[in-house]
C-alpha cells in the first residue's frame, strides 16, 4: 500500500491543489493531504475551514484523506508512515524553492523522497495568494477554486474589511 503526502498551506485551496490531489491519488493507494498549521503565519482562512473546504473538494477520492499538522513535515511523514511526499510544480521559479525543501527534508529525514507533478496547463497561473488578491477587491475567483472555496471567500471579505 503505497502512501503520498501531498502538504501545504492551502490558503485557500485551487483548482491546482485539487488536480495535484487528485493525479497523487491514481498513482497512490492512499493521499493523506497535510494542511500546514503555522502559529507564525496569520493565515486568512482558519486550518479548520480550510480542512473541511478540501475534504468538501475531494470527497469523492475513496483514498485520499485531509488532516492539518503543525511542525515539521518529516515528523508527520514518519509519524503517518508515508512513502513519499507529493508536490505540484507550476514553473521553474517554483523549483528552486520545492527542489530546497526537498534536499532539507531528505537531509533531516534520509530516504524521504519527494516526487513532483507538473501541474496541468490551465492551472499554471492560479496561486492562492493571487486567489485571495482578487477576492479582496470583489472579482470572480470561481474559475480557479472549487464553488465552496469561492463562497467561503466572498463570506469572508464581506464580513471583514480587510484587503490582502
Ligand atoms: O503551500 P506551500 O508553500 O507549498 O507549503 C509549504 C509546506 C507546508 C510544504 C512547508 O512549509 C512545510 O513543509 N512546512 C513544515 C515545516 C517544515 O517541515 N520545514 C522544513 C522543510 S521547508
Known amino acids: 500500500m ?15 491543489h485539487i488536480d495535484i490531489v487528485e493525479r497523487a491519488a491514481r498513482h497512490f493507494d492512499r493521499v493523506i493531504v497535510a494542511v500546514l498549521r503555522n502559529p507564525d503565519k496569520k493565515p486568512l482562512l482558519e486550518v479548520e475551514e480550510r480542512v473541511k473546504l478540501l475534504d468538501d473538494a475531494l470527497g469523492h477520492l475513496p ?24 508536490k505540484g510544480l507550476r514553473s521553474t521559479s517554483d523549483m528552486g524553492y520545492e527542489l530546497q525543501m526537498a534536499h532539507i527534508n531528505a537531509a533531516l529525514a534520509p530516504g524521504t523522497d519527494t516526487v513532483f507533478i507538473a501541474a496541468s496547463p490551465e492551472w499554471t497561473f492560479v496561486s492562492s ?3 485571495k488578491q482578487v477576492a479582496s477587491y470583489g472579482g470572480d475567483v470561481s474559475p480557479f477554486v472549487p464553488a465552496s472555496v469561492a463562497e467561503a471567500l466572498a463570506r469572508h471579505f464581506t464580513s471583514s474589511e480587510g484587503r490582502v
Open 2 to 16: 503505497a502512501l503520498a503526502l501531498c502538504p501545504g498551506s492551502f490558503d485557500p485551496p485551487t483548482n491546482g
Open 63 to 86: 483514498g485520499v484523506e485531509v488532516d492539518s499538522f503543525e511542525g515539521l513535515l518529516v515528523d508527520l511523514a514518519k509519524e503517518r508512515g508515508a512513502d513519499v511526499i507529493v
Open 129 to 131: 495568494s493571487m486567489v
